[in-house]
């Protein structure tokens, strides 16, 4: 285990499973604690009107514990993923302590995507599964129209679309969920449509000068004009997960689409510190920093293509090269720092807020595990 390694699995360990103060069942169930990495502190106290501990940025923490313990790292990685489950739900539903928001969008359903690996073990998360599912892919099918290649807006609060209707962000959100759900179901068909709307996003989304995506749009000519780091980021551990559950020609062209982004964003790459900017094909300065979660995304995305042979080898050694980079320049005895709190896709130049660089955030720590979890498979 290299050096950097070490320095993850003490900051891992600490924050999570070996924190004395971290019992996730105990921190849902309170109104006034929160998950050290929860820098948004949802809460019905607060008047946050959705997403409590069942927040997106709560979720990808938890599955990249889960990926350590597929990793070989343990069972206590694994239980402690399926205590935050039911301290979240009651008898197959999402609980009070939750604030899921059925009528809100997409950010709502990506923690599910945790759920198909508990699917056959567990009943309440079975019934979970199945109802979010549901919701998802039968209830909101109104709001995936054929105009977008069967992409889901990415909020529909009160029916209302937002200024660009897909966003990168939504791609993660939802699709790896009902990828892994469809595939554990035999649903051949959602899988087909899945593939579809990751090729719409392909055709319409991607800047032709440069290969990079635009963080959101309608369509070609209609786009939200920022190539955002996270977004990409989320596009990149989208196209990594929902893969792994394709098979055959879906799988070989979305793959070839998945490295030549991968090419793309290797021009980008800040020579100085290894990582990528907040905007990734902006100067550096003028708040254009180098960013701590979309790195961590572009890290695990390749680590885990090449792994599954979806893209080159190379990028192995790539992926491998930024995460060691990564745990240098942001990792801290304490904290993993420098990471975008957040940006709304409204056609603004909203990625440039210093006090937006924040330490210890759900969004950059849960995939910084996770390219930890590939890095632990890659050395095996």
Not at 105 to 121: H, I, M, R, V
Not at 152 to 171: E, I
Not at 274 to 295: M, R, Y
């Amino acid at each position: 285990m290299t050096d950097e390694m070490k320095m993850t699995r003490a900051f891992i360990d600490a924050l999570t499973v070996d924190a004395p103060d971290a019992d996730p069942k105990a921190i849902v169930e309170d109104e006034d604690r929160f998950f050290a990495w929860d820098n948004e502190h949802r809460s019905r106290k607060n008047g946050k009107a959705f997403l409590y501990d069942w927040s997106y940025y709560i979720g990808v923490v938890m599955e990249g514990l889960y990926y350590m313990y597929e990793a070989g790292e343990g069972e206590r990685y694994k239980q402690y993923v399926k205590r935050y489950l039911h301290a979240v739900e009651t008898d197959g539903t999402l609980n009070e302590y939750a604030g899921y928001v059925i009528g809100h969008g997409l950010d709502c359903y990506k923690t599910a995507s945790l759920l198909p690996y508990f699917y056959n073990e567990d009943e309440e998360l079975r019934r979970l599964a199945d109802s979010l599912w549901r919701d998802l892919y039968e209830v909101n099918a109104q709001y995936a129209p054929a105009e977008l290649g069967g992409n889901y807006w990415h909020v529909w609060d009160n029916g209302k679309p937002p200024r660009y209707r897909v966003w990168l962000d939504g791609l993660y959100m939802g699709q790896v969920f009902l990828a892994r759900y469809a595939a554990l179901t035999g649903n051949k068909e959602a899988l087909r449509q899945i593939a579809d709307r990751f090729r719409w996003v392909n055709a319409e989304l991607v800047n032709p000068a440069t290969g990079l995506l635009y963080h959101a749009g309608n369509g070609r000519g209609d786009v939200c004009p920022f190539h955002w780091l996270r977004a990409c980021g989320w596009y990149a551990m989208a196209q990594a997960d929902v893969l792994e559950c394709l098979e055959g020609g879906d799988r070989a062209e979305l793959a070839a689409a998945f490295e030549g982004f991968c090419e793309a964003m290797l021009k980008y790459r800040d020579g100085a510190t290894g990582l990528w900017l907040n905007l990734i094909d902006q100067p550096k300065g003028d708040g254009n920093l180098p960013e701590a979660s979309g790195t961590a995304m572009m890290s695990y995305a390749m680590l885990k293509g090449a792994r599954l042979g979806l893209i080159d080898g190379k990028f192995s050694e790539v992926g491998a090269a930024v995460y060691a980079a990564l745990t240098r320049e942001k990792l801290t005895d304490r904290a993993l720092t420098d990471v975008y709190l957040v940006a709304t896709a409204n056609g603004q130049d909203n990625y440039r807020r210093l006090d937006y660089y924040m330490p210890q955030e759900g969004k950059g720590v849960g995939p910084y595990i996770m390219a930890y979890a590939e890095m632990l498979k890659r050395a095996k």
